[in-house]
């Protein structure tokens, strides 16, 4: 769905607003990254949940049922006609508390909908934004790829002098062109990658993703991880869900107390010979009650598959809960390993930093080569692209944090 100009203008404002955190990112503006189709998938997942538990709160109301007849019948030269309208109501008014429960009951479903299509929604931007960050990532790929590349070619150079020369054997120059092809058959599988990312992004989002602000994510506490995890509200609300429902389980097997009343209005009219003789009848109401007791005997494997219901539930939360927890301490840990990519990176960064400035003395002096410097040059700047994908990378992992972890779940 095209957006104009001034639209795509301001989506930009407010995402260059929202990105300049993760969490600001995992917020109501970040659906601005998802194409109006998904947002639209979205909104009517919500309806569907809202409608669903309204239907289930207000399922204890029994209608009201309206009701006309028209009969005739015919014995010789007679005809009558006899018509009536009824309304009747059979209302149970006490469950045995089952009412009540519904009720809550209904309200802990669209609970549960509502935190079903918030997941959804966080899987959708985490897949969006980590497409557009593998798409950054990717071109650093592509730009270092080309940098070795031209070391390659520095190299094949260097080595074919040699070989003319005299002074190195074929070998190693067939080496170093074979390296060079490999290289270069890689920058054609990172091309390849680049442009299914990009087809990715696009299937996600309408937005052009060399115009989007990559957001920025830290390390969250675990504390708060824990406290706003998505997944561990769920199935909170989950027991709760279940909780109810095996409370309606057994309301359903113990007394209710039925209100019941119909008003009916007859009346008819009578032909004799083409002939009409109305007959005017009274209206007349009926009322009363009703207390029943089901007598189910399938009635104690309903409650106790309601109560293991229960009981699963309250045991997939600590089981998530541990998940999360560990879920946790695996992304410090891989981030820790990325940190020290990092680190050695810079490291190596530094070292050419020096070794150009020495290569950049010994070519003035002619005891080196131009080829010599421009292959440190480059192996400096590969270094400084690798910084770079690590960071990245991290984000990455951060990310998956961020799409479970969010403030106030109400």
């Known amino acids: 769905m095209a957006l104009n100009v001034s639209k795509r203008r301001w989506l930009l404002f ?64 007679r005809t009558q006609t006899n018509r009536a309208f009824s309304v009747t109501v059979d209302q149970p008014i006490f469950k045995s508390g089952g009412i009540w429960y519904a009720i809550k009951y209904a309200k802990a479903t669209r609970r549960v909908g509502y935190l079903g299509v918030e997941t959804q929604r966080r899987t959708l931007i985490k897949q969006t934004v980590a497409a557009l960050i593998n798409i950054r990532k990717n071109e650093y790929q592509i730009e270092k790829q080309r940098l070795l590349i031209e070391n390659d070619r520095i190299d094949i150079l260097r080595k074919k002098e040699q070989f003319l020369s005299g002074d190195l054997d074929s070998g190693f120059l067939d080496q170093a062109i074979l390296k060079k092809n490999q290289d270069t058959l890689a920058l054609y599988g990172l091309q390849d990658i680049l442009s299914s990312l990009h087809t990715q992004f696009s299937n996600l989002s309408d937005m052009d993703p060399n115009r989007v602000r990559l957001p920025r994510f830290t390390l969250m506490t675990k504390k ?106 695996n992304v410090r840990k891989r981030i820790a390993i990325v940190d020290r990519k990092i680190s050695l990176a810079r490291e190596d960064e530094n070292l050419y930093d020096s070794l150009v400035k020495s290569t950049s003395e010994k070519v003035e002096a002619g005891e080196m080569t131009q080829y010599d410097l421009e292959t440190m040059k480059n192996s400096r700047t590969i270094r400084r692209l690798d910084q770079k994908i690590y960071d990245l990378e991290k984000q990455l992992v951060l990310l998956d944090l961020y799409e479970k972890s969010y403030e106030a779940i109400q």
């Not at 209608?63 to 028209?70: E, G």
Request: charged share 25%.
């Open 224 to 329: 708060r991880f824990m406290k706003d995890n998505v997944d561990l509200a769920q199935a909170r609300a989950q027991i709760d869900q279940k909780s109810y429902f095996e409370t309606m389980t057994w309301a359903r097997y113990l007394v209710t107390l039925s209100l019941q009343g119909s008003y009916v209005k007859p009346y008819e009219n009578s032909s004799v010979f083409g002939g009409s003789i109305p007959h005017a009848l009274d209206a007349y109401t009926n009322y009363g009650f009703s207390i029943s007791i089901p007598i189910d005997v399938t009635s104690y494997y309903t409650i106790e598959s309601s109560r293991v219901d229960y009981l699963r539930a309250k045991i997939d939360l600590a089981d998530k809960r541990r998940e999360a927890s560990n879920g946790y301490e």
């Open 14 to 77: 407010s995402l260059s607003a929202a990105l300049l955190s993760g969490h600001a990112l995992m917020g109501a503006e970040a659906d601005t990254l998802l194409s109006m189709f998904k947002q639209k998938q979205l909104e009517l997942d919500r309806k569907k949940s809202s409608a669903d538990s309204g239907q289930l709160e207000y399922s204890w109301i029994n209608p009201i049922r309206l009701r006309y007849s028209d009969s005739r019948s015919t014995q010789f030269d």
